[in-house]
């Protein structure tokens, strides 16, 4: 059974930085590629960033570009997402998710429960 | 805004048939495939359609997709109290490189 746990979100001042883990399960990770989907409060999906299974590609939505990165621990099966330059807009639960493929054109298919992330004074 | 555009509701009666539409580009749906997924109250959203019309085991066959050029759709037959949800529509997007989403369909089973 494949098995997402996100951890790491939290409250954190404007400008401040923080790095979400996501640990998987129930499936062969480095096969796959990982995506950041993140949710505002009352508002829709909006993309973040996903990786390939080796992380070597990496490709992230214009709101991540310069303050955030994502990056993958194949041996400890766990997927990150470093955040830095927070703005009160970042204030979401960010999902982690596994893809299809490892194709970039590959959509999630399984979804973690969702970490809060929180940006205030 | 977003790239994908959806109603932003729609309803119906137990065991009627709705259909949800999403509306994209050719850089996105016209060139790639769509994806709906089902997001219940509290919870995170589950793959309902992939590649355009694919149901992932476990999915109703109440639940079905279509794309036709720059446009998909989901549609859903014999309504059930069960899918009131949000849904939404994704694609990826070649001239962003990244996934673009609609704005989500609220469903209401009235």
């Known amino acids: 059974e494949v098995q997402l746990l996100e951890s790491g979100g939290g409250l954190v001042q404007p400008g401040g930085s923080l790095r979400l883990s996501c640990a998987a399960s129930g499936f062969t990770f480095s096969s796959y590629a990982m995506t950041w989907v993140r949710q505002a409060p009352g508002k829709g999906l909006e993309w973040v960033s996903t990786?390939?299974?080796?992380?070597?590609?990496?490709y992230k939505a214009d709101s991540a570009k310069g303050r955030f990165t994502i990056s993958r621990d194949n041996s400890k099966n766990t997927l990150y997402l470093q955040m830095s330059s927070l703005k009160a807009d970042d204030t979401a639960v960010y999902y982690c998710a596994k893809d299809l493929t490892d194709y970039v054109d590959s959509a999630p298919d399984y979804w973690g429960q969702g970490t809060l992330v929180t940006v205030s004074s | 805004q977003s790239v994908l555009t959806q109603p932003p509701s729609a309803s119906g009666t137990p065991g009627q048939r709705v259909t949800i539409s999403c509306s994209g580009s050719?850089?996105?749906?016209?060139?790639?495939?769509a994806y709906w997924y089902q997001q219940l109250p509290g919870t995170a959203p589950k793959l309902l359609i992939y590649r355009n019309n694919q149901r992932p085991s476990g999915v109703p066959d109440r639940f079905s997709g279509s794309k036709s050029g720059t446009s998909a759709s989901l549609a859903i037959s014999g309504l059930r109290s069960e899918d009131e949800a949000d849904y939404y529509c994704t694609a990826w997007d070649d001239s962003l490189s990244g996934w673009v989403f609609g704005g989500g369909t609220k469903l209401t089973v009235l």
């Open positions: 050719s850089s996105n749906i016209g060139s790639n495939y």
């Open positions: 990786i390939s299974g080796s992380g070597g590609s990496i």
